[in-house]
């Protein structure tokens, strides 16, 4: 089993649809990302959190410590937020960072 | 099938030294990225190569960053001179497509501390 698990693995949806790509992991973290791949590109960093929820435009974190568990939603989807979301956890004391496989999103017109 | 390995694991040098890290993707990606991760801040995206070729290096952060992956197969990111700011973890993922369905495997990572 993987530290850290995404789902759904693959996602469609239509625009303007709410989105919701769901994070659990399995050890002590301080920290967690939510990271963004486009096709062929690098990756982004969207958000880093430890606690809460944080919001950026259309896009909102949230993480719960005690359940070990972080959803990244997206409100009134565009086709231009197709990408991989990818999850990534800083371990507790240690700077290694572990990466889920990533969510597959295609929002279509 | 071997993951994405990085070498050394750790790396200790004096400020104004010379440090090259070492990536090696997965066998058959053509892509390869290169990420630092500056401690309790974001991962920040330095460059993507697709086999030898610098597809992208609008992260790297100055002239004393040179990356490189001749023969499309390994990839080093060299800092020289290294300066107090480069402190941090270097992370290499490689991914065989570049389409939205391939997947960035990433490599353990290298932890560079100049001192």
């Known amino acids: 089993k993987n530290e850290v698990e995404q789902s759904p693995q693959n996602l469609t949806a239509q625009e303007g649809e709410f989105i919701t790509i769901n994070c659990s992991y399995s050890?002590?973290?301080?920290?967690l990302h939510w990271l963004q791949q486009h096709p062929g590109g690098g990756i982004v960093s969207l958000f880093m959190?430890?606690?809460g929820k944080k919001k950026h435009g259309r896009l909102i974190a949230t993480i719960n410590i005690q359940e070990k568990h972080s959803s990244l939603h997206i409100t009134a989807s565009h086709p231009r937020d197709s990408a991989v979301y990818i999850c990534?956890?800083?371990?507790?004391?240690?700077?290694?960072?572990?990466f889920g496989t990533g969510t597959r999103l295609q929002v279509f017109p | 099938e071997a993951g994405v390995t990085q070498f050394p694991s750790h790396s200790v040098i004096e400020k104004g030294q010379t440090v090259t890290l070492r990536c090696d993707p997965i066998?058959?990606?053509?892509?390869l990225y290169w990420y630092r991760r500056v401690m309790g801040k974001e991962i920040k995206f330095l460059l993507h190569?697709?086999?030898?070729?610098?597809?992208?290096e609008s992260g790297m952060p100055n002239n004393r960053f040179l990356a490189e992956r001749t023969g499309g197969t390994y990839s080093t990111l060299k800092v020289q001179p290294a300066e107090l700011e480069d402190s941090g973890v270097y992370f290499c993922?490689?991914?065989?497509?570049?389409?939205?369905?391939?997947?960035?495997?990433f490599g353990p990572g290298t932890r560079l501390t100049v001192l």
């Open positions: 066998s058959g990606h053509d892509n």
């Open positions: 990534a956890v800083d371990m507790d004391n240690t700077d290694k960072l572990i």
């Open positions: 190569f697709v086999k030898e070729s610098k597809q992208d």
């Open positions: 050890v002590g973290i301080s920290a």
């Open positions: 959190l430890s606690s």
């Open positions: 993922a490689s991914s065989r497509l570049a389409t939205l369905t391939d997947t960035q495997y």
